[in-house]
Structures are given as C-alpha cells and as structure tokens.
C-alpha cells in the first residue's frame, strides 16, 4: 500500500507529462496488448461459425506444421544468418555514415539525409520492380552492360549463387538512411567540449572517433542491438518475397520462416497453424531480448536495457 500511494503521488505531481503520453498509451493498448487474447488461436482449429472461443482445442498440433517440416532448417538458418548480416552490416555503416555526416557542414547534412532516407519510404513491391529493371534475364540494366563487355548474361532468378549479396545490398540500401539519422542524432548529443579538448591535445580525427564517439554512443548501440535481437527470427517478408520475384529456383538463399509460412498456407488456409508460428516467432524473440539484456548488463550495467 506504501508503494501504491509512492506511486500516485508521483502520478499526481507529473500528470500534466502523463497525459501527453495517453495517446500513445491507447494505441499501445488496442494494437499490442487486446489482440493477445487471439494467442489462443494457435492452439486451437480455428471455425469461423464457432469464432475464437467455440473452436476446439487441439493442443500442439498446430505446432507440428513448422516442426515437421524437411525445410525447417534451411528456413530458420536463413533467417537467423541473414538478420545477424543484415545488424552486423547496419550497424556498422550506420556508425560510419553518421560520423561521415558529423564532419559536414550544416547545409549538406540536410542535403544528404534526404537523398539517403529516400528508400526507406519505399515499398518493397516498388523495389522489387526496380529490381528486375536491373536483373531481368534479357532486358535488365546488368545483363545489358554484361553483353557489351562481351560477357554472358546471367539469368539472375534462376541463379541463387548471388541472391545473398543481392539481399544484403537491398537490406542496407534500404534501411541505411533511418539507422544513419539515429546514430547522427545520438553523436549531436555529445558534449561538444570533449571534441574540443581532443583537438587542442592534438587528437585526430580517426581518434577522436575511437576515443570519445563510439563509447559516447555505446549505450545506444547496445539498445539498438538488443531490441534487434527480438526480430532475429522474424524475416522482412517484403525483401524475401518481392526482390526475388517469388522465384522458385531461389528458395535456397531466400526462403525464410515468414515465405515459407505464406506459401505453405495458401494451400493449407489454417487460420491457428499461422498463429502457432507467429507465436514461435515472439516466444524466441523475447527470450533473445531478455538474454542479450543480460549479457549486456553483465559486461556494463549503464548500456543495459532494463
């Protein structure tokens, strides 16, 4: 009761900031936590006549769709590597390009920005045919130029030798304008005077980046990094299923979990099979985000999460 009425008193004391925050927390409400009561769909056989509460209870087996399958280590391997590749390689340019951006003038930042974030607004559908304006087997721009150097044609979506780097390039193109403008803000929060005590001790720059930049945005990676982990098996269906063109020659490299899923049901059609997955998918993520918290709080309590 102590603590309740601790509580109150500073929701009382601070209601005027509480409120500003109401919306947020309606929406959070409505769209993450009330659409929790259909996690019981995925341990049941799903009747549209009999609804989420009449359905009969099947226990596991909605479960046994994703575990019995014979591709179930080749999707999750591709999940999980690429998303490792995908943060590895994100993180990496975004910290580059931020402390790139950080050396500019004002007005080119600005300049550069919007030319990088221009992507991210971008969906995949749309990307996916401009890639196959770079790609396409005979008319495709890389084709073209291969056929003037007097080389071969690549026929790129029967091919899944090349899909990998394909998905990287595509991955970072995308996203590098988003997490750039995150690390570029989390730079504009350091204190200006440490640059300029480094700089009157001689520094240079490439020390000052490794000196005071990287462990000035330490927590901030270790955030990023740790609510990364949460979607490791969780694929960007978009890039997995438009890019390649739902080409059938390249599930090799670019089937995931989430493809695998979708394809699968459009022939099954059973409502709890996906929700099985789906809960899967959440269950690992949460425990990947609790662990990796962990492990950072072991190494430094400060960069921690919770």
């Given amino acids: 009761m102590r603590l309740l009425k601790k509580e109150w008193g500073y929701f009382r004391k601070n209601s005027d900031i509480f409120l500003f925050s109401l919306p947020g927390v309606i929406k959070l409400l409505i769209f993450a936590y009330l659409p929790m009561f259909g996690i019981m769909i995925a341990f049941k056989e799903y009747r549209y006549d009999l609804g989420i509460i009449g359905s009969p209870w099947v226990g596991l087996q909605n479960f046994e769709f994703l575990f019995q399958s014979d591709v179930l280590y080749r999707i999750t391997r591709n999940t999980v590597v690429y998303n490792l590749i995908f943060i590895i ?13 950080n050396e500019l003038k004002r007005g080119w930042v600005k300049v550069h920005q919007t030319i990088m974030f221009i992507p991210f607004f971008l969906s995949w559908v749309v990307i996916g045919y401009v890639g196959l304006a770079f790609l396409d087997p005979q008319k495709g721009y890389v084709n073209v130029i291969l056929v003037e150097l007097g080389r071969q044609p690549i026929n790129f ?33 350091i204190d200006p005077t440490y640059y300029e005590a480094a700089r ?27 609510l990364a982990m949460g979607g490791m098996f969780r694929g960007d269906f978009g890039l997995f299923f438009f890019l390649p063109n739902n080409s059938p020659f390249l599930f090799r490299s670019t089937e995931i979990i989430d493809t695998y899923v979708y394809r699968s049901l459009q022939s099954i059609g059973t409502l709890g099979m996906t929700a099985a997955v789906g809960l899967f998918q959440s269950v690992i993520g949460f425990i990947l985000v609790i662990g990796s918290n962990l492990i950072v709080r072991k190494l430094d309590d400060d960069n921690a999460l919770f």
Avoid: C, E, H
């Fill in 200 to 226: 009157m001790d001689g520094a240079t720059k490439r020390q000052m980046a490794l000196r005071i930049t990287l462990p000035a945005l330490a927590p901030l990676i270790s955030v990023l990094l740790i």
């Fill in 89 to 101: 390689v994100g993180t990496a340019a975004g910290l580059m390009l931020a402390m790139l951006l």
């Fill in 157 to 189: 979506y029967n091919d899944a030798t090349y899909w990998p780097l394909i998905l990287v390039l595509a991955n970072l193109w995308k996203g590098i304008g988003f997490t750039t403008l995150v690390y570029y803000a989390g730079i504009m929060g």
